[in-house]
């Protein structure tokens, strides 16, 4: 597993009201340059709550409710305002897009009892990654003390308070997460929960809720990664001359010695197989001078 990568969300805000908000038609915000454009996913994480969401002033959708996932919404890059209401309150973030990045952007409980609603923004950790291996971030969006993350039987992510995240890459399939309390093996306040991570994939993972209220949740989407390049070979090329085709192949095998360690033996080669390797190594040797031969020297300037 990767090493932990543990920061805040982005911008927390205040509930201010109004008179009223006005009705606009669901337009998604658009580029007007030549940069590539960025994403908001929109996710509602209030328990028992229906919202409105705007984007820049436009609605994107009314009466959400409790664990809805909206988007990606394409936008210009640059500066945007998020807004979710509910009758006179309202919930407004300022949100920096990158061109060609993915933000998440949530409204969820703060860690007080009682408290008001907040918004934080996660960047999506887009950056490519090995075949066969998935990447997961895990934010702590719920009312509930500083928490540990458990992934498969182990404590993967330590004391992490409302409002942070930790991001790690781990093999693809599937995973058993649970959250409890910082440093303590009491039973879970979430899960344990299984889930399935795909491999090319990120998969943004969001605890939600309280516990006292019996509104414990979690709220989970995934999105597409490029691949970093690296390839798993399926075959090793050894050549076709046959020149070694008549050289004996034994597995190494694991022997005992008088300390107590164990040591890796391989049988001795034949003297006929020592002579054919010497000639070999010769050759290249004899090769590799004639090339160098041909080269010009480089002229420094």
Do not use: C
């Amino acid at each position: 597993m990767s090493a932990l990568i543990r920061v805040a969300g982005a911008s927390v805000l205040a509930a201010i009201t109004l008179s009223g908000t006005a009705a606009a038609p669901v337009v998604a915000a658009s580029s007007s340059t030549s940069a590539p454009a960025g994403r908001l996913v929109l996710v509602q994480a209030l328990p028992q709550q229906d919202l409105d969401i705007a984007i820049d002033g436009r609605v994107v959708e009314r009466g959400t409710t409790t664990g809805a996932v909206l988007g990606p919404i394409p936008v210009a890059p640059g500066a945007h305002q998020v807004e979710f209401s509910h009758g006179t309150t309202r919930l407004v973030t300022t949100v920096d897009v990158a061109p060609g990045s993915s933000s998440d952007v949530v409204v969820h409980l703060p860690a007080q009892v009682d408290g008001s609603p907040v918004v934080n923004t996660y960047r999506t950790p887009m950056g490519p990654i090995p075949p066969g291996k998935a990447r997961v971030l895990i934010a702590h969006t719920a009312t509930v003390a500083p928490a540990d993350v458990r992934v498969d039987g182990a404590v993967v992510f330590h004391d992490i308070a409302n409002g942070e995240y930790a991001t790690a890459e781990v093999a693809a399939g599937a995973h058993s997460v649970a959250l409890l309390p910082a440093g303590q093996d009491s039973p879970p306040i979430l899960g344990p929960l299984r889930v399935s991570l795909e491999a090319g994939t990120v998969t943004m993972v969001y605890a939600v809720g309280n516990p006292r209220t019996h509104s414990m949740n979690v709220i989970v989407h995934k999105t597409g990664l490029g691949s970093n390049g690296a390839v798993a070979p399926a075959s090793i090329d050894t050549g076709t001359a046959g020149l070694a085709a008549d050289l004996p192949v034994r597995p190494f095998s694991v022997t005992p010695t008088s300390s107590g360690a164990t040591a890796a033996t391989s049988p001795s080669l034949r003297p006929m197989a020592t002579t054919m390797v010497a000639v070999l190594v010769g050759l290249a040797m004899v090769l590799t001078a004639r090339r160098g031969s041909g080269r010009r020297p480089l002229r420094r300037r």
